[in-house]
């Protein structure tokens, strides 16, 4: 029971002094009616007291009641719902947030800041505290409770981030020198959420890389200074602990999850030097031999290392700045596989192009990679880099896989349409295709049900706001700024994991009050000759259609290579030509009379031996073939040009003139 009680207090946040939890203020009412006290028979009203926090009021309002037998002995608690997600929306209205489905109304948990000079905000990981700079000063304010917690006077901070288990605070200001040139006061400073006073302070010039790292249980922090990365234990920033020293590292990430911690760093390549990605388990850094894991490459001036969430591997993207063949805009990217018990490989994509984005699978198991040069393709890989599904191909450029990781969205944002593609992971089956226009930003809901779109700015500066979907395409909520505001930045408040139970995937549309989410997009243009004629589907390139890459569980069979795909395709295409060129030899003729353009076309093409003679009899039955085609749109009703009607009037002669070249006269 005691178990239970500290699970509910924490997923409900800090519980009040003088507050007791639920189970246990219903473990004294059971204890006093199994007493027979007077309580017993009163009313089942609660006494006066502290307001509950907004979610528990909205969890406790959703419960259902418990129902039971008078004489029957209860047999455990009400299960309490899951509470409400609130949206965070920063823009030039000011700072607020709103109620999660189902409501969609503004949250009197957090009392709006109207300045119009709010730069930086954050949640904490469990979404309980939130701190926000409004040019004036960084607050932080308890969301469960709706109470003010901190203020510290830093107007210029830009930058915010706690610390996983709520105990640091970290904020960065623009660096700057002093009018004499001399060095700058310290501008990332640490601060004890507890006493609110200022940890520890350091110059942090660069905004790139500039929060510390922490550790999930915050037993280390570590920070990137010059060539070594920095490690602190326990949240004391005046002891270095450990030191990581290699030449010129220029990046490292932290695993995630319990003990024993991880590291991956990077040092970029030099005189011919290939870069090189190793993995290391802390403390354990002396020399390259205590490394778990080393993976080098070429081509590469900047990679992002991506940690599964068992820290059991390491994905990383190699790009480069520039493609030196000439053949992408975007640099030449690849993908390389980093296993901490030591393997490492080259994931081999199918299609030529840009690595658009890269995402694992939350069982850890598998990941998602969308490549390749538009209509760009979408596969999942497992743990041996093997293909599993492919998606086929299609407008997209970035993959999400929602909390539970029984969802995945592939969309298209940014200089595409908008277009979203939800699959059904397990059976790997195709739920809803809706679209969101213009939109730049994206993100799951925590309860795995909802998703978030929105266009901001800077990125787009009209139309600008968001809307709430049910996964299975349905609009639940839509908000559109006023005329000449903006809304620069909108975000989910967090949970941690098992808050929000995963449900059974649906494929029906929820319904809803709102219309059709989109307007059905503009027909291309069409000249006006071809307005009257039926439409003729023409698509620059022929999409690929989804194709399960496991082997079947009866044979060993392999998945085919790029190579032996294009000649299967091949091969088919070949045989439906053969089978259509035989129905048309066995269909007899329509008309007895045809053109004679017409059977000069059917009849082989001979030589005379002579290139220059055959190709002016190539040239010859070009024009022809035009002046047949100016004659059927004549037929048809069109107002022929002036040259038109020469050419036309040119076919005796041309016929005479082929002829003639035929007969060798």
């Known amino acids: 029971m005691r178990m239970r009680c500290l699970a509910t207090m924490s997923a409900l946040g800090p519980v009040r002094p003088g507050r007791r939890c639920r189970v246990s203020t ?22 006066p007291g502290p307001a509950p926090p907004a979610n528990v009021a909205r969890a406790e309002a959703a419960a259902p009641p418990l129902t039971r037998n008078r004489n029957q002995r209860p047999t455990g608690r009400p299960k309490m719902a899951p509470p409400t997600p609130l949206l965070a929306v920063r823009g030039s209205e000011g700072l607020y947030m709103v109620n999660g489905p189902p409501s969609f109304t503004e949250s009197a948990a957090f009392q709006r800041d109207s300045g119009k000079n709010c730069k930086a905000v954050a949640f904490s ?41 709520n105990n640091v605070l970290a904020t960065w200001q623009a660096y700057a020198t002093a009018k004499d040139g001399t060095a700058g006061v310290p501008n990332l ?52 602990a450990n030191k990581l020293h290699l030449q010129k590292v ?13 590291v991956a760093v990077y040092v970029p390549g030099s005189k011919g030097a290939p870069s090189f990605v190793r993995l290391y388990q802390y403390p354990n ?13 070429f081509k590469a ?62 069982n850890s198991a598998e990941f998602c990679a969308v490549y390749g040069f538009m209509p760009a393709k979408a596969t999942v890989f497992n743990l041996k880099c093997d293909p599993v599904f492919d998606f086929g191909t299609g407008p997209r450029n970035a993959v999400y896989y929602s909390p539970h990781g029984h969802i995945l969205v592939l969309a298209g944002f940014g200089n595409l349409r908008g277009q979203m593609e939800v699959w059904d992971v397990k059976n790997y089956k195709l739920i809803s295709k809706p679209v969101a226009s213009d939109s730049t930003y994206f993100a799951w809901c925590p309860d795995g049900e909802h998703i978030v779109t929105a266009t901001c700015a800077p990125r787009l500066r009209v139309s600008n706001g968001y809307k709430i979907w049910h996964y299975t395409g349905s609009v639940l909520h839509s908000y559109k700024v006023p005329s000449g505001e903006e809304m620069w930045q909108v975000f989910w408040q967090p949970f941690l994991d098992g808050v929000f139970p995963e449900k059974a995937v649906k494929y029906q549309a929820v319904p809803s009050e709102l219309p059709s989410a989109e307007p059905r997009p503009a027909q291309a243009y069409r000249p006006p000759a071809l307005r009257n004629k ?22 060993s069979d392999k998945p085919l290579s790029k190579t ?3 000649n299967q395709r091949k091969h088919e295409a070949k045989k439906a030509a053969k089978q259509e060129a035989k129905a048309d030899a066995n269909q007899a003729p329509a008309q007895d009379k045809t053109p004679q353009n017409a059977l000069q076309n059917a009849v082989p093409a001979m030589t005379t031996g002579d290139p220059e003679v055959d190709k002016k009899i190539k040239n010859l039955k070009k024009k022809l073939k035009a002046i047949e085609q100016l004659k059927e749109q004549a037929a048809a009703g069109k107002q022929l040009e002036k040259n038109q009607v020469e050419k036309i009037q040119k076919e005796a002669a041309l016929l005479k003139e082929l002829e003639d070249l035929e007969l060798g006269v």
């Open 26 to 47: 219903a473990r004294s009412a059971r204890r006093e009616r199994a007493g027979g006290g007077a309580r017993a028979r009163q009313p089942a009203h609660a006494p």
């Open 125 to 165: 990981k469990d979404g309980s505290l939130f701190a926000w700079c409004n040019g004036e000063k960084v607050n932080v304010v308890n969301v469960t409770r709706a109470e003010l917690l901190h203020s510290f006077d830093l107007p210029k901070t830009v930058c915010l981030e706690f610390s996983p288990k």
């Open 189 to 240: 400073q640490l601060h004890d959420l507890r006493t609110g006073k200022c940890l520890k302070s350091f110059m942090q010039k660069k905004m790139q890389n500039w929060c510390p790292c922490w550790a999930d249980d915050e037993s280390i922090c570590a920070r990137n200074v010059n060539n070594e990365v920095h490690f602190f234990e326990n949240n004391n920033f005046n002891t270095i």
């Open 250 to 262: 220029s990046d490292f990430v932290l695993s995630p999850g319990a003990q024993p911690s991880k």
């Open 285 to 297: 850094f002396e020399g390259p031999q205590s490394a778990l894991a080393n993976k080098s490459f």
């Open 301 to 362: 001036d900047k990679v992002t290392m991506l940690w599964n969430k068992k820290a059991t591997a390491v994905l990383v993207i190699a790009s480069t700045e520039v493609d030196k063949t000439g053949a992408s805009y975007y640099g030449e990217q690849t993908l390389h596989y980093v296993a901490a018990n030591g393997e490492s490989a080259v994931v081999q994509l199918p299609k030529n192009g840009p690595i658009y984005d890269v995402s694992w699978s939350p």
């Open 534 to 555: 039926p439409v003729t589907s023409s698509k620059l390139h022929e999409d690929e259609p989804p194709q399960n890459m496991k082997p079947h569980l009866g044979g």
């Open 564 to 566: 032996a795909l294009k």
